[in-house]
């Protein structure tokens, strides 16, 4: 039978993230690739969310979360972003960040409006705008520290454009926007009444840069969809519980598209988020200590081999560049790694909009165990300076 598919999802297919975790996974390799922080979640998040399960929370929760997780929520955005929000109001829990971002997406965007992206870029933030039937317009960002032009910025907005984007601690640059950064985005964003869409669930994980939300500054309260899980935070990757904070209007439209597409997040994995949210703060800064443990490991063994790695910093994510000429291209590097020393990584040219821009570079992920991580640091020291002929 020949199957009609939606035009749509034409040109869509399995991300190189996926693909290389998953050969990864077949070869018994270490994999650097796919961000799932391969790390056991604290225990008081794991008994609660048991004892939620015990406790029968098994129904159908208000659309837009638990009202203890809204108001932890709300609690949180207060002291860590310094945002006001009315948990009844102005918070949205649903199925992971990637839920709360396509139902803002539907909820706010028409087919061929345009949204502006920094590149480089996540890929799923890309995709489901694609999806939606959005337009992206790139900025580019360049390294070692990612910086972009204004004026590059303000050219992309077009009598289309809705949105402007925003990723801190972005993926996969490990880029954190500065408090200038975005004062500059707010005001353009108010100058050209633009919607601003925030992306920060890496909000914990910063080394020595601050992490800043432009949703509280004046010229972006009203016009700000903040964007945020538990995933990276608690090692939950696979709960999928994400949210939202945005004016009331919006919030009410995201929650209603979210009740259409998924009627509510797991019931008992918001009671164990919730319990996780009253970590005290030495939690979070001890985390932040030893990722940087990690991305130092990391960034040593990179250089060891040749590579010259974009140290980032937030995220749990490197860019590194390879001399060009040691392999044929980024693809090329990332399967003879993986047949070479059996450590995952991901093409660089896959998050950029040209893809040229990242041919001779690699994405690393050091969001695992430590064990797991010197292994996988081992395997990449045996690559030596291997190269190809080309």
Not at 51 to 75: C, F, P, S, V, W
Not at 286 to 293: N, P, R
Not at 329 to 346: M, R, S, W, Y
């Amino acid at each position: 039978m020949e199957y009609r598919l939606a035009d749509r999802v034409a040109s869509m297919q399995q991300s190189d993230i996926r693909r290389f975790s998953a050969w990864c996974a077949e070869i018994g390799g270490v994999n650097l690739s796919q961000g799932v922080c391969d790390q056991p979640a604290p225990d008081v998040v794991k008994d609660a969310a048991k004892k939620a399960i015990d406790d029968d929370h098994a129904i159908y929760t208000h659309m837009r979360g638990i009202a203890e997780l809204r108001q932890i929520i709300a609690r949180k955005m207060k002291e860590f972003n310094g945002i006001d929000a009315d948990p009844e109001a102005q918070v949205v829990v649903s199925i992971g960040t990637a839920g709360v971002f396509a139902c803002a997406a539907m909820a706010t965007l028409n087919a061929d409006d345009e949204a502006i992206v920094f590149s480089p870029y996540y890929s799923y933030h890309v995709n489901l705008l694609h999806l939606m039937g959005a337009k992206v317009n790139f900025v580019d960002t360049h390294p070692p520290d990612w910086q972009f032009s204004m004026d590059e910025l303000e050219n992309a907005v077009t009598d289309r454009t809705r949105w402007i984007l925003v990723n801190t601690p972005a993926n996969p640059s490990g880029k954190v926007f500065s408090e200038q950064e975005l004062r500059d985005i707010a005001a353009l964003a108010k100058r050209k009444n633009l919607l601003i869409v925030t992306d920060e669930i890496y909000e914990y994980i910063t080394y020595g840069k601050p992490h800043f939300s432009i949703g509280k500054l004046p010229d972006a309260a009203d016009r700000t969809i903040t964007i945020s899980g538990a995933s990276k935070t608690y090692a939950v990757t696979g709960w999928r519980v994400g949210y939202a904070v945005a004016p009331a209007e919006i919030c009410d439209k995201i929650g209603v598209v979210s009740d259409h597409l998924a009627i509510c997040a797991p019931a008992p994995l918001q009671h164990g988020i919730v319990a996780g949210m009253q970590l005290p703060d030495t939690y979070y800064e001890q985390m932040a200590k030893d990722y940087l443990i990690k991305r130092e490991m990391l960034v040593d063994t990179l250089r060891a081999i040749d590579f010259d790695p974009y140290v980032p910093d937030g995220s749990y994510y490197i860019l590194a560049a390879f001399e060009k000429g040691r392999f044929r291209d980024d693809t090329d590097a990332t399967e003879t790694i993986l047949k070479e020393v059996g450590v995952a990584t991901v093409p660089g040219s896959a998050f950029y909009r040209d893809p040229a821009d990242g041919r001779n570079q690699l994405r690393f992920c050091y969001a695992k165990q430590v064990a797991d991580l010197e292994e996988g640091c081992r395997r990449l020291r045996k690559l030596g300076s291997y190269s190809r002929t080309v």
